[in-house]
């Protein structure tokens, strides 16, 4: 927390006790810590990183598509949340994971056209998967791409 001492305290502590909580398999409790936060304060986007990976491993794609629609560019009494590589890259899991394929689609064209890019390496099962599904079109990928 000292080396955190710039950032917004509760915002820091509660993400941790999400992050706790999804380590130890208590996926209501994180909810209910992230419906506590919302009651007190803004959640930042490493608040919403960590719900989605939460969502991801609880295959709740209903949930995280939510929010991650809700956060885009909204203003939260002077805080704008932005999505980030890792919001991008956590929401293309989910998507998979939920063989949403359109979804994936969408928030993979959006990660490209938002600046950030794939982690090649690390996401090519997902592309691939993406790909056999045959209701994918990839063929972005190579503008994308170079």
């Known amino acids: 927390m000292k080396r955190l001492r710039y950032k917004k305290p509760l915002e820091v502590s509660l993400t941790g006790m999400i992050a706790s909580s999804m380590d130890g398999g208590h996926i209501d409790n994180c909810i209910s810590i992230f419906e506590h936060m919302k009651a007190h304060c803004v959640p930042n986007i490493g608040t919403i990183n960590t719900m989605l990976k939460v969502y991801s491993r609880s295959d709740l794609f209903s949930e995280a598509k939510e929010l991650f629609e ?14 980030d590589g890792y ?3 956590s929401m293309l899991e989910v998507s998979a994971r939920a063989l949403q394929w359109e979804y994936f689609e969408y928030v993979y064209k959006e990660m490209s056209f938002s600046g950030y890019q794939l982690d090649q390496i690390k996401h090519t099962p997902l592309l691939v998967e993406a790909s056999r599904s045959g209701k994918v079109d990839l063929s972005f990928l190579v503008v994308f791409c170079n």
């Open 70 to 83: 809700d956060i885009k560019g909204v203003d939260h009494s002077g805080t704008t949340i932005i999505p």
């Open 87 to 89: 919001t991008y890259s």
